[in-house]
């Protein structure tokens, strides 16, 4: 699919085909497509609980303001911002750091030096986590977004859910934040999906010119 007809086709639709499953192999092939996205430092502070069992659905829904879609979608991503993504002992970060001594980028005596640059960057204090942890995770999943429509399918990202319930529901480690959940599979037959809603112009979103 051309990207025109992916930007097109990618709509938060409300209605999936509980008939329709998306499988195992289809979901692990956009996921590892979609983590191609960009992250700072290339830290990829993201972390995914993969929902398929109709009663966890179930419980998730009770907590996402009943929101028929979490268990009508065969799949359910949550999103998890890692807050600790940029700490040294951190594995993705370690790995991070070796790929990057393995490919020329850093030498293997810049460890110290690297963690002292994400700790200021991002993990300076509170606020700064949580913005190193959304924005990326954010990009992610708009890269799982996108990803998904190439392969035909649609998708629904959702925040509208009692963030602490369900970081209490599913047992979700403290040092996660939850952008948010997203349903995956196919569109119910007989749904027509309305026309894209209002954007802003080039003129509304340029807030200045230099
Ligand atoms: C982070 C995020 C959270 C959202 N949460 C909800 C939600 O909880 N429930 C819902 O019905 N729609 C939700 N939406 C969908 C938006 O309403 C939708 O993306 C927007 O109206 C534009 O429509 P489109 O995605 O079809 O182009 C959310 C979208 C985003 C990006």
Do not use: C
């Not at 992916?6 to 590892?32: C, G, M, Q, Y």
């Not at 110290?112 to 991002?122: I, K, R």
């Not at 040092?175 to 999906?193: C, D, F, S």
């Amino acid at each position: 699919m051309d990207f025109d007809s992916i930007l097109k086709n990618r709509r938060a639709i409300n209605h999936f085909d509980p008939e329709r499953d998306v499988d195992d192999e289809t979901l692990k092939s956009i996921l590892e497509q979609a983590v191609k996205a960009p992250s700072s430092y290339n830290l990829q502070p993201w972390k995914l609980v993969v929902f398929r069992d109709p009663e966890k659905k179930a419980a998730l829904r009770k907590l996402a303001f009943d929101q028929p879609k979490v268990t009508e979608a065969p799949v359910i991503l949550m999103f998890l911002a890692d807050r600790s993504g940029w700490r040294p002992e951190n594995t993705t970060m370690r790995n991070v750091f070796e790929d990057n001594v393995k490919s020329g980028k850093m030498a293997s005596d810049q460890r110290e030096w690297f963690a002292g640059v994400t700790q200021a960057l991002y993990g300076r204090d509170d606020e700064a986590m949580q913005a190193f942890a959304n924005k990326n995770a954010g990009l992610f999943a708009m890269s799982v977004m996108y990803t998904a429509s190439h392969y035909g399918l649609h998708t629904h990202p959702m925040d509208g859910f009692d963030h602490d319930g369900v970081k209490k529901e599913f047992d979700i480690p403290e040092n996660y934040w939850i952008p948010m959940l997203m349903a995956v599979g196919h569109l119910k037959p007989g749904i027509t999906i309305h026309p894209k809603a209002w954007r802003q112009s080039y003129e509304d979103m340029v807030l200045k010119e230099y």
